[in-house]
């Protein structure tokens, strides 16, 4: 599994609340869609998207890497990711879509799912990776 190191320093100035090295990772143009349907278009409101976002005790306590792809400029990342938001510890698993130019993130798309699996109807035997 190989991954882009701008994906990789995005991820970890998440971590890290450091929005120097979150604006070094993107484009000018950036555009993000996260998995709640917020939107974010540019470097100023990315910036104050990222600054927001970790006032009080807000936290990213984990953001790990599953597994990733790429196809030309095309990059998919699947994650677990492990954060406290307004007092609530929350843990989901999710994928990024990223597209990067110019080494430099210009569209991020994310989507989330429950991080605990379940089986209505029992678990089939054939089941054996999680991720």
Request: proline letters at 2%.
């Amino acid at each position: 599994m190989r991954i882009s190191p701008i994906i990789t320093d995005y991820f970890h100035a998440w971590l890290e609340q450091d929005c120097d090295k979150f604006l070094g990772t993107i484009s000018d143009d950036f555009y993000a869609r996260e998995c709640t349907g917020d939107v974010y278009e540019g470097k100023e409101i990315a910036r104050r998207w990222f600054e927001s976002w970790h006032t009080g005790d807000h936290q990213v306590l984990c953001w790990e890497i599953d597994q990733a792809w790429q196809l030309d400029n095309c990059h998919f990342v699947t994650w677990t990711f492990t954060c406290r938001y307004d007092n609530n510890l929350t843990t989901f698993k999710g994928i990024s879509h990223l597209l990067i130019k110019n080494n430099k993130i210009c569209q991020l798309n994310e989507y989330s799912q429950e991080a605990e699996n379940k089986y209505p109807y029992g678990r089939p035997n054939h089941v054996s990776n999680e991720t």
